[in-house]
Structure formats: C-alpha cells, structure tokens
C-alpha cells in the first residue's frame, strides 16, 4: 500500500474504516496507524462523511405510498389479473362470443354493404391477398 | 406456517413475480415497501419535492410494466427500483436544467436544543443543500447511493450505469468540490 493509493481510497471511499475496499483495508489501517499525514486525511474525510450522510438522510415529509400506487394503477391499462378466477373468465369470453354470433346472425347481411370509406378502394383479389397469405405448398394447390 | 405465510406477502421478490402477472394488489403492497425511502433518494436528486414526486410516479409506472424483466439472481427489488429511480432523476435532469428554490432544505427536520442553534443547524443545512444541487447530478447520485443508502461501490456502478472505477472517481471529485463550495461565497443560499 502506498500513499497515493490510501489517498485515493480516502478520497473516494472516506474516513469510515469498514467502507474501505476489504482487501486492503489491513494495509489501510496499517498506514493511517504509521503516517500522521495519511490518519488527519482519514479524520477530515470523515467530517466530510457526516456532512454527506446528513444530507442524504435527512428525512421528507412522508409521501402516500397508497395514493401513488393508485395513481399508476388508474392511469394503465390493467393487465390481467390472475386473482380474477378463470371461470369467470371463460364466462366473460362466452359472452363476448355469443353477442359476436348474434350480431353476424342478426346484422349479418350488413356487414358486406360497401359502407366502409376504403371499402371500393380495395378489389377483391387485394382483399383476399391481405386475408389469406398462402405458404408454397397452399400457393400450388390453388 | 404463518412466517411462511408473511413471506409470501411481504417478500420483494415474491410481490414483484406477483405484479408482473398483473397482480394490483401485490403491487400496492410493493409500493408501500418502497415509497418511503426512493422519495428521499428522489427529493436529494432533484432538490424539490414536486419533482420528486413526479419522478417517483414515472418510476413506479416502470414497476408495474416491467416487472416481468426483473431478475432475482442478479441483485434485490430494492436495487432494480433504485436504478430505475436514478435514471429516471437522471433523465429529468438532463431535460431540464432545474433551478431549485430548495424547498427541502425547509423539510430538514432539526431537533433544536434552542432558537439560535436551530437557527444555525437550518443555515448549515440550507448551505449544504445548495452545494450539493451545484454538484454534477452523477456525483450527487454516487453521495445518495453510497453515503445515504450505504450502497457498496459495485452498487452504485450498477445504479449508475457505469463502473466501480468511475464510481470512485465521481465521489473523490464530489468531495473536493463540496469542500471548495462550502468554503467559496458561491453558495447562494
């Protein structure tokens, strides 16, 4: 351990012993007990420990946790919730599958008048080729 | 039976499994555990409470849509939010070039003996402050993590984005230029 190095460690890590990098911390110890230029380094540094640790502890007029995780549980989309019980689930799908049956049964008819605005844009073959995109071995038997 | 019961509960690394399944409860419980002391981080990043504040919710946003990313063997829940958290401070600092009117130092809690030395303790608390929000957001981040949060120096490297090295670096530079602030007149209070 030299000088400049236990400068540099003091410098970076301060006064405070046990903050000391542990694989040379004896030799650390070692120097601050032998050279007084190194331990008035090691005592300044630890003023300076307080004064960081005291700003960075002082402590902020408590927040609410409840309120914030609120907030960002309202401001996302939920995603599923595996408390929700799944048959409940599978009821929720039936249903939605249901009213799709019945609207295609009900409004069927409908759904081909060409009322969408890009409807006449598109011709027929387009509309299939960006329905139905064939693999190689569906692309000869067509 | 019931400590394995509160471990289920309680435990970081269970609630975030749990959020990243979309669990809302699992993560008010997980808030609570880290709203507290990432507010603090966040207040002495930024130096307004408003800010803090703000940060802190756009961190929280990254608990619940990426909680799925986290990973239990590379280090705790409390260290993957905390790096959340500093890059976020970190970004907003970038952003905008926040002039403080340090509002926190107002927040220091002082436990005064008398008048006159709660008056001191607040204008020492008040110099502080300001010195620190003149150092480079990094170096304050290195002094939170290390020197608040006893973070270890690799801690720290993986907080910042960078190595111990450097980490060691930014709080030797950090420590002169809070010497030289404090004895300057520059420190406006």
């Given at each position: 351990?030299?000088?400049?190095?236990a400068a540099?460690?003091?410098a970076?890590?301060?006064g405070?012993?046990?903050r000391w990098?542990a694989?040379?911390?004896?030799?650390?110890?070692?120097l601050v007990?032998t050279?007084p230029?190194?331990?008035?380094q090691?005592?300044?540094?630890?003023?300076?420990?307080s004064v960081?640790?005291g700003?960075?502890l002082?402590p902020?007029?408590p927040g609410?946790a409840?309120a914030a995780?609120a907030r960002?549980l309202?401001?996302l989309p939920r995603?599923r919730?595996?408390t929700t019980?799944?048959?409940i689930?599978?009821?929720?799908?039936?249903?939605i599958?249901?009213a799709l049956?019945?609207?295609m049964?009900?409004?069927?008819?409908?759904l081909?008048?060409?009322?969408?605005?890009?409807?006449?844009l598109?011709?027929?073959e387009?509309?299939?080729?960006?329905?139905?995109?064939?693999t190689p071995e569906?692309?000869?038997s067509i | 039976m019931?400590?394995a019961?509160?471990?289920?509960t309680?435990?970081?690394?269970?609630l975030?499994a749990?959020?990243?399944?979309?669990?809302?409860?699992a993560f008010?419980?997980l808030?609570?555990?880290?709203y507290?002391?990432?507010?603090?981080?966040a207040?002495r990043?930024?130096?307004s409470?408003a800010d803090?504040e703000?940060?802190l919710?756009?961190a929280?946003?990254?608990?619940?849509?990426?909680?799925?990313?986290?990973?239990?063997?590379?280090?705790?829940?409390e260290g993957?939010?905390?790096r959340?958290l500093v890059n976020v401070?970190?970004?907003?600092?970038?952003?905008f070039?926040?002039?403080?009117p340090?509002e926190?130092?107002a927040?220091v809690?002082?436990p005064?003996?008398?008048?006159?030395?709660?008056?001191?303790?607040?204008?020492l608390g008040r110099?502080?402050?300001?010195?620190m929000?003149?150092?480079?957001?990094?170096q304050?981040a290195?002094?939170?993590?290390?020197?608040?949060?006893?973070a270890?120096m690799?801690?720290?490297?993986?907080?910042l984005g960078?190595?111990?090295k450097?980490v060691e670096g930014?709080l030797?530079?950090a420590?002169?230029?809070l010497s030289?602030?404090l004895?300057?007149?520059?420190?406006?209070?």
């Amino acid at each position: 351990m030299d000088v400049q190095r236990a400068a540099d460690i003091i410098a970076a890590y301060g006064g405070d012993t046990l903050r000391w990098p542990a694989d040379e911390r004896a030799a650390m110890m070692r120097l601050v007990a032998t050279n007084p230029g190194i331990a008035e380094q090691a005592r300044a540094a630890a003023a300076m420990d307080s004064v960081f640790a005291g700003w960075a502890l002082a402590p902020v007029v408590p927040g609410n946790a409840a309120a914030a995780a609120a907030r960002v549980l309202a401001s996302l989309p939920r995603r599923r919730d595996p408390t929700t019980a799944p048959a409940i689930r599978w009821m929720a799908g039936g249903g939605i599958a249901a009213a799709l049956v019945a609207g295609m049964l009900l409004g069927g008819p409908h759904l081909h008048a060409p009322t969408a605005p890009a409807a006449h844009l598109v011709s027929d073959e387009q509309a299939f080729a960006t329905i139905f995109t064939p693999t190689p071995e569906e692309d000869g038997s067509i | 039976m019931l400590c394995a019961v509160a471990d289920a509960t309680t435990d970081p690394i269970a609630l975030i499994a749990r959020v990243a399944h979309g669990d809302s409860t699992a993560f008010t419980v997980l808030v609570g555990q880290l709203y507290g002391p990432n507010l603090r981080i966040a207040t002495r990043m930024l130096g307004s409470r408003a800010d803090a504040e703000d940060a802190l919710q756009q961190a929280l946003t990254k608990l619940w849509t990426q909680a799925g990313r986290f990973e239990p063997g590379r280090g705790s829940v409390e260290g993957w939010f905390r790096r959340i958290l500093v890059n976020v401070c970190l970004d907003r600092l970038r952003a905008f070039r926040i002039v403080q009117p340090l509002e926190a130092a107002a927040e220091v809690a002082s436990p005064d003996p008398s008048p006159f030395e709660a008056a001191v303790d607040a204008a020492l608390g008040r110099r502080i402050d300001a010195a620190m929000m003149r150092l480079n957001p990094r170096q304050r981040a290195a002094v939170m993590l290390f020197h608040g949060e006893g973070a270890s120096m690799a801690e720290v490297a993986l907080a910042l984005g960078t190595t111990a090295k450097a980490v060691e670096g930014l709080l030797a530079r950090a420590r002169t230029e809070l010497s030289m602030l404090l004895r300057s007149e520059r420190v406006e209070m």
